[in-house]
């Protein structure tokens, strides 16, 4: 007898508007997680706070056709899994489980190579932590203790911790990969992973815009088998390297700028 899936975790893959950096180098100083930070350097980390609004995740046969400027995705070889016309928020810790609130269905046996997701554009980071070296934050305040605020990429920082507050995520909108590029390709553990940015008619965008919606198609390395016998469905994913910490300023102490960075994810049934 076929049994109802659950679906616990669900995240297929993230980008940013900037290209992928080496993970921070960290240090444990007994009492909290220090980073080292130098002039002119790029890195990622994973951030305190991580969240994404989930509108429609599916497993597919075949891999989707791309959408067009005048045509939406192909996924005519997909079974929905989950469904949300107004979205889902999910709030996204390592180690940590979130669910979805939506419609979800089973899908129909069979080995799926390819999964789908559509989430909104935009991305919510919250963090704050200390650094090896001192940062200053552009609005005159300086210090090892930097942490976000509600304006994407600018920081705050002070010689004493900052303590994180809902008010200080930001909120980030991905309108493009960079180089007025709205197709992005990357391999994460072995898995394709391919990203579109399409408007609110879900055609690929052809200039920036705050609306419309981020599309992932995943290439697994494993299939997907989904049987009579399946009874749950998990998609763990990690935040490793979900926020992304800019000092490419020559000045003394730099310039820190936080920005949203990239998540990806593991799918397993039982």
């Not at 070296?133 to 004493?160: F, M, P, R, V």
């Not at 490419?248 to 700028?257: R, S, V």
């Amino acid at each position: 007898m076929k049994k109802n899936i659950l679906v616990l975790l669900v995240v297929f893959f993230g980008f940013s508007n900037v290209a992928l950096s080496a993970a921070c180098s960290t240090a444990d100083s007994g009492t909290s997680t220090t980073m080292e930070l130098g002039n002119g350097s790029w890195c990622s980390v994973e951030p305190n706070y991580y969240a994404v609004t989930v509108y429609d995740m599916r497993l597919c046969l075949t891999e989707p056709i791309a959408p067009t400027s005048s045509s939406k995705i192909d996924l005519s070889s997909c079974q929905t899994v989950f469904s949300s016309s107004v979205g889902s928020l999910v709030k996204i810790n390592n180690g940590s489980s979130s669910s979805l609130i939506g419609s979800i269905t089973r899908p129909n046996n069979g080995s799926y190579q390819y999964g789908y997701l559509s989430i909104k554009k935009e991305f919510v980071i919250g963090d704050s932590r200390e650094y090896t070296l001192a940062a200053k934050d552009g609005n005159g305040g300086s210090g090892k203790y930097c942490a976000t605020t509600s304006t994407a990429s600018i920081a705050q920082c002070s010689s004493t911790p900052i303590t994180l507050t809902t008010s200080d995520y930001a909120t980030e909108a991905l309108n493009d990969f960079g180089g007025d590029s709205y197709v992005a390709t990357l391999t994460v553990d072995s898995d394709t992973i391919k990203a579109y940015l399409v408007g609110a008619n879900e055609h690929l965008s052809t200039s920036d815009d705050n609306n419309g919606y981020l599309l992932g198609v995943q290439t697994f390395s494993t299939p997907v088998v989904i049987t009579d016998d399946t009874g749950s469905m998990d998609t763990a994913f990690k935040v490793s390297t979900g926020m992304n910490i800019d000092t490419d300023d020559a000045a003394i102490p730099p310039l820190l700028h936080l920005f949203t960075g990239a998540f990806s994810t593991k799918i397993t049934v039982q």
